[in-house]
């Protein structure tokens, strides 16, 4: 399908001080909210809310996408992250592998289930976890390996996966901020033995509220998901175990298919904004554009750059009406949550450098080519004055 941006104004009739918003979702509604108004209409005439038609019509669409056999919808990521866990065993007591380096989420999944996040810093390139990382970590408690696909960006899978195989161990993708990406002519959510997907609106394929979804190729794993999402139900009315109530509601699955539609455009324009933002940044001394490896195909979930000067950056950005955000200021081994695990500043210190030194700036489908220009052109002022 192709998509044509609402914004495509010309570009000398831009105010100089217009805002240029890390994210506008305005925008986006502003191209499709037809179609949406639509498919809300259709599920608010079928008065048929959960469990219906349209998610699962939703769940074969992203498990196509993902290559994968099934997929199981659910009320939001973490739920997808902590039910995956339970499906691949992970009980009290536990130990689970992951990189400090991600959203709280990812380790607060673990922790739902009395499990133990144990830590593997990452490579400082891709932020993603460090394979090399994993073999001294793994334990006679261990029970599974997540992999964060952050950014956008695959983790280098084929290490991962050949560590949680000698081992016996099963790999689970975090694949929230890469949906649509690739790694070495695979698809993300392909590669691992469980992916765990959200769909918060903030997502290169978002919901209008919380979502999520799992998908995998173990129809044992994803039969054992469909009950634990519905209260541990394998018939109506009689559960074998504790459960969730998790389940995705029609009204964002129908949401969420018109904008599936328009993902693969919304990809290659995501792509061509991270291919004009690196032009322009790697002429500028003192800022590090992302690194794409070859073989990888890189989503843009977030346009992430490295400065020394990340937070006066920041600032200056924000002064100048141009929005950007750190994902993410405090690494998971040092947040309050973990305390009791006893970690300290240098444990894992590639993460805490990039927790430093990050800067996401704006980054949509509707993006221009001048607030390009705008943003690249304000860093450089910034950083030739320091």
């Not at 599974?144 to 996966?161: K, N, R, T």
């Not at 469909?226 to 009204?251: A, F, I, M």
Request: hydrophobic share 40%; aromatic share 6%; charged share 20%.
């Amino acid at each position: 399908m192709r998509y044509t941006s609402p914004m495509s104004a010309n570009p000398h009739t831009v105010a100089v001080q217009e805002v240029v918003p890390q994210l506008d979702l305005g925008a986006q509604y502003a191209a499709i909210g037809g179609e949406i108004r639509e498919a809300v209409e259709r599920v608010l005439t079928s008065q048929h809310f959960i469990l219906g038609s349209e998610g699962a019509a939703l769940e074969q669409e992203i498990a196509k996408l993902c290559n994968a056999q099934h997929g199981i919808a659910l009320a939001s990521g973490t739920d997808a992250l902590i039910l995956a866990l339970r499906a691949c065993g992970v009980r009290e007591r536990d130990e689970v592998i992951l990189p400090p380096f991600t959203f709280v989420a990812t380790g607060s999944a673990v922790s739902a289930l009395g499990a133990k996040p144990v830590f593997a810093d990452i490579n400082p390139s891709t932020y993603n976890i460090d394979p090399a990382k994993l073999e001294r970590l793994i334990t006679s408690r261990t029970r599974a390996i997540i992999a964060v696909h952050l950014y956008g960006l695959a983790a280098d899978m084929d290490p991962i996966v050949a560590v949680a195989k000698a081992r016996n161990l099963p790999v689970i993708e975090d694949n929230a901020q890469a949906i649509g990406a690739s790694y070495k002519g695979r698809p993300t959510g392909s590669i691992g033995d469980v992916t765990c997907l959200s769909f918060y609106p903030t997502k290169n394929l978002g919901a209008y509220g919380d979502a999520g979804m799992v998908v995998t190729n173990s129809a044992e794993v994803a039969a054992r998901i469909r009950n634990l999402r519905n209260h541990g139900q394998t018939t109506k009315y009689v559960s074998s175990e504790p459960g969730w109530n998790s389940r995705l509601d029609e009204l964002q699955a129908a949401i969420l298919r018109v904008k599936l539609r328009y993902l693969p455009a919304w990809q290659r324009a995501r792509q061509a904004h991270a291919a004009q933002y690196t032009r322009r940044l790697s002429q500028i001394p003192g800022v590090l554009p992302p690194i794409v490896p070859a073989g990888y195909e890189h989503v843009f979930h977030q346009y992430t750059i490295r400065v020394e000067t990340r937070d006066e950056l920041h600032r200056a950005l924000s002064d100048r009406k141009i929005g950007s955000a750190v994902y993410y200021p405090v690494p998971l081994h040092l947040q309050p949550i973990y305390a009791s695990l006893g970690h300290k500043v240098g444990d894992f210190p590639h993460s805490e450098h990039a927790a430093n030194e990050v800067l996401s700036l704006p980054m949509y489908p509707e993006l221009r080519d001048d607030q390009i220009a705008r943003v690249t052109d304000a860093i450089s002022e910034f950083l030739h004055c320091q």
